[in-house]
């Protein structure tokens, strides 16, 4: 087998733990048998800074024919927030379809949780985040700037197709899981898009017996992962309430570092996308201490999406070990003083072995 990955490093620590973990991706696979080919696309601030833009015009025809994205991070001191996120990650995410979020918690062993009692293995859930629309739709707008009466208007939409599209995905793992799913809401205060949401999760619930649906409203559920994240194993979420859930979920298994996410076309029309949870973190970017195993995590995403579970295992195995050993090297956000390539020359070893 062949892959063609494209690889966007994107800003700050994103090109940092980017540049350190896709040696690794390609000789993990080429080990196994798999070769890879990875395409290096510089977009990103840098990019908008130089010529105005986060990417060309034609960045997804170019990207559509690549078996899989894999991003790092965007963000810059000197571009606002809104400029980065919707001039290269939101494009990808919608023009690609790609309406699931999968981000898994999971606490290693070896990693302390800030949640007291909590061991390796104690927390393991999944959100499946809806990443298309809700919240985040570009629907609204601003009217009498700067004036008294000035006034903002930020819609949401919930489409049947794009909600189905990512509640379908959360039952089929509920059901080869646990046979549990969680779904957070806020149905009570929001009667419409969230009431409609509940109509579609109860549909799609006749198709799994199998799958017992608790329903959850999204203060509590924020408050219960605190409380008692043991219980939770697949969530489903629109895509700001998924998006909070998640950092709840990287803060509790003890870092935010440590957190992958996958951004799938369920239809598998486009190439999906793989990118640690976190952003470009301006306060260490520079310093190359960056934790890479929120990226590598991801990588094991993308070949499980490709279908290469012997590799997608093989590197969850080397980053276990790595954080089970106390001699291991490890970055400061999980209590070490490594840097990112230390730690990724440390999972290398660990990959021959
Ligand atoms: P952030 O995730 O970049 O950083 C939050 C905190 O976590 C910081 O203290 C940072 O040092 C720490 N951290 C994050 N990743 C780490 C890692 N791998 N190793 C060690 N420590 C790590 O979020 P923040 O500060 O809110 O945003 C910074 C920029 O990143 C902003 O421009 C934001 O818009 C962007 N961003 C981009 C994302 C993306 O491209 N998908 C996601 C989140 C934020
Ligand atoms: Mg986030």
């Not at 993990?28 to 601030?45: K, L, Q």
């Not at 043991?230 to 979920?249: H, Q």
């Not at 190439?271 to 990226?295: K, Q, R």
Request: net charge negative; proline share 5%; charged share 25%.
């Amino acid at each position: 087998m062949s892959y063609d990955i494209a690889v966007i490093p994107g800003d700050g620590i994103g090109t940092e733990v980017v540049e350190a973990v896709e040696p690794l991706l390609v000789d993990t696979a080429a080990t196994r048998g798999v070769e890879v080919a990875t395409t290096w696309f510089d977009w990103g601030s840098e990019r908008y800074l130089s010529a105005g833009a986060m990417m060309p015009e034609d960045a997804l025809d170019r990207l559509a024919a690549f078996d899989a994205i894999l991003l790092g991070a965007v963000g810059h001191p000197e571009v606002p927030d809104h400029v980065t996120l919707r001039g290269l990650r939101l494009p990808i995410t919608k023009g690609f379809d790609q309406h699931v979020c999968k981000r898994p918690t999971y606490l290693f062993e070896g990693v302390d949780s800030p949640l007291r009692g909590y061991e390796g293995g104690d927390i393991d859930f999944v959100v499946y985040r809806q990443n298309t629309e809700g919240e985040y739709a570009d629907v609204g707008g601003r009217e009498h700037r700067g004036f008294e009466n000035e006034v903002a208007v930020q819609a949401s939409v919930f489409t049947r197709e794009a909600t189905e599209a990512v509640v379908r995905p959360a039952f089929e793992a509920a059901s080869e899981r646990a046979g549990h799913l969680t779904n957070v809401t806020k149905s009570n205060a929001q009667a419409h898009g969230m009431v409609f949401w509940d109509d579609v999760v109860a549909e799609v619930s006749e198709e799994y017996p199998d799958v017992a649906v608790e329903r959850l409203l999204v203060d509590a559920a924020s408050m219960d992962l605190i409380r008692r994240p043991d219980e939770f194993d697949v969530v489903v979420a629109s895509n700001l309430f998924g998006d909070i859930l998640t950092d709840i979920g990287g803060g509790i298994s003890g870092s935010l570092g440590l957190a992958p996410s996958a951004n799938i076309d369920p239809e598998g029309t486009y190439p999906s996308m793989f990118e640690p949870v976190h952003g470009s973190a301006f306060d260490i970017m520079g310093e190359g201490i960056a934790n890479p195993l929120g990226t590598v995590l991801s990588v094991e995403l993308l070949f499980d999406h490709l279908g290469e579970e012997a590799i997608a295992e093989a590197l969850h195995g080397a980053v276990a070990d790595q954080l089970a050993d106390p001699s291991a090297p490890r970055t400061a956000d999980i209590g070490g003083s490594a840097t990112t390539v230390e730690v990724v020359d440390d999972l290398a070893a660990r990959l021959v072995e």
